[in-house]
């Protein structure tokens, strides 16, 4: 078990009750979700929960209902993985459960990802629950790169842009038609897999890059795009935190980076930005939490690795990169800044850039029928990289939360047979980036007082 967050002077005796609770309330509730089955069943149940390797599980928080109420759970270092119209889905071991009863929330375990329970269930009608072999590896990833950079040699290169903290590459694919140019032409940057176990963020690069480098010279848009922009896919931009999620063969629930951070491991990247790091009560100061901001602005290799390449972009004093997605799951969700407050404008984000994110987002949500809202709807987030790559880079900067909209269509591991239908709903929405990415003020008819030259 992992220590408490808060350590060991400050913990009050309920949270102490409730630690001792912990193991058995979990196990209860995961052997047997409708309270049903005999004696025996249940303890054979139990002891498979006892097996799994990762303690890790999600849980519904009941009675969660406005954002401020959100951002409190997430103020207990609990990352939330999804908003209902009254509850909240959480990740959580059995002592950060035990945190969240003690602090008066009603909790109930769901069906674990892969576990039998989460087998008859879901949107995809009882499909069998995926496996790490459902998806790309880290290593497959960069093999299917090398791959797609060798059969397009004109539209694709490969840039490694330095090394996670364990020392594996992180990769950049550069895919524009005369590619080995540096044109003049607005530039477009897709990050993915900076959550570990958010692999069909991977898959979704992969396809991109397939999906391009097919179409070019046979799709009229897929062909112009090329010929106009310069978009660079960095497909795993968390490679430590995704080997260590899946290569053990069983998937672990795992967010962060593999950093050691004092008596834990991993930093939350998408709390580690350094605009207004740590400022809100978005991110949380326990190494042991989900949502760990690190020692300070940018403490994580991945993080300095990806400020380093975008700095890179600037040409002539000019930030070449004008848009960019950050790739999650899941949810459904397009999300835009800021997230560090519940104001739609606030200082470098004023009302035209607003509406500019508010237009293409909607646009690009009514293409793959995700949600479109500010990030802070949800609950407040710091140091997230959108909040970054708009404030101190002028970069139209989104999250797409990819499927299921719900926990029941498999969280974080869905199925791998959805992976082709669930990538290829973001193609028109990808289209509509680049497509915008020339002049986003042009989607609120303001290209001539923005847009000139
Ligand atoms: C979210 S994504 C947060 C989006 N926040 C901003 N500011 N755009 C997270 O990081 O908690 C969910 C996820 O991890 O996928
Ligand atoms: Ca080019
Ligand atoms: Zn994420």
Request: charged residues 20%; aromatic residues 8%.
């Amino acid at each position: 078990m992992r220590l408490n967050r808060t350590g060991r002077r400050t913990t009050s005796a309920a949270v102490l009750l409730a630690l001792a609770l912990a193991v058995p309330l979990g196990t209860q509730a995961t052997a047997s979700p409708a309270g049903s089955g005999t004696a025996a069943e249940r303890q054979a149940a139990a002891g498979q929960q006892a097996d799994r390797q990762y303690a890790d599980r999600q849980y519904e928080i009941s009675g969660v209902t406005t954002a401020v109420q959100r951002t409190e759970v997430t103020r207990l270092g609990t990352a939330i993985d999804e908003v209902r119209e009254r509850s909240v889905v959480v990740t959580a071991d059995a002592a950060e459960a035990a945190r969240l009863r003690a602090h008066g929330y009603r909790i109930t375990a769901l069906p674990a990802p892969s576990g039998p329970d989460a087998r008859q269930q879901g949107e995809d009608g009882g499909v069998r629950a995926a496996a790490p072999s459902d998806y790309h590896s880290y290593a497959e990833t960069m093999a299917a790169v090398d791959r797609y950079v060798r059969q397009y040699p004109n539209l694709m290169s490969k840039h490694v842009i330095g090394r996670s903290y364990q020392g594996r590459d992180i990769v950049a694919v550069k895919v524009s038609a005369n590619v080995r140019a540096d044109e003049n032409e607005p530039e477009v940057m897709f990050t993915h897999n900076i959550h570990a176990r958010e692999h069909l963020t991977a898959e979704m690069a992969i396809y991109a890059l397939g999906e391009l480098g097919s179409q070019y010279g046979r799709d009229q848009r897929v062909t112009r795009m090329l010929d106009s922009r310069e978009l660079w896919v960095l497909p795993v931009l968390n490679p430590d935190g995704k080997v260590y999620d899946m290569d053990s063969g069983q998937f672990r629930m795992w967010r962060k980076n593999r950093q050691p951070a004092s008596w834990a491991t991993g930093t939350d990247l998408n709390r580690n930005f350094p605009y207004k790091w740590g400022c809100c009560g978005g991110s949380s100061g326990s190494p042991s939490s989900d949502t760990y901001r690190g020692t300070g602005p940018a403490s994580a290799t991945e993080t300095r690795v990806l400020l380093d390449f975008v700095r890179s972009r600037v040409v002539g004093g000019q930030q070449q990169i004008t848009a960019h997605i950050d790739w999650h799951t899941y949810s459904e969700l397009i999300l835009w800044p800021f997230g560090y407050t519940y104001n739609d404008t606030a200082p470098g984000l004023n009302q035209d850039a607003r509406n500019a994110f508010a237009a293409v987002g909607t646009q690009m949500a009514r293409s793959n029928g995700y949600t479109p809202q500010q990030s802070s709807d949800l609950y407040i987030t710091d140091g997230s990289i959108n909040d970054t790559m708009w404030a101190d880079h002028g970069i139209f900067s989104y999250t797409f939360e990819m499927y299921p909209r719900s926990s029941s269509g498999g969280g974080f591991y869905p199925p791998g047979s959805v992976i082709p239908r669930e990538t290829a709903r973001n193609r028109e929405a990808m289209l509509i980036l680049l497509e915008n990415a020339d002049c986003m003020y042009r989607s609120i008819g303001k290209a001539g007082q923005y847009c000139s030259a």
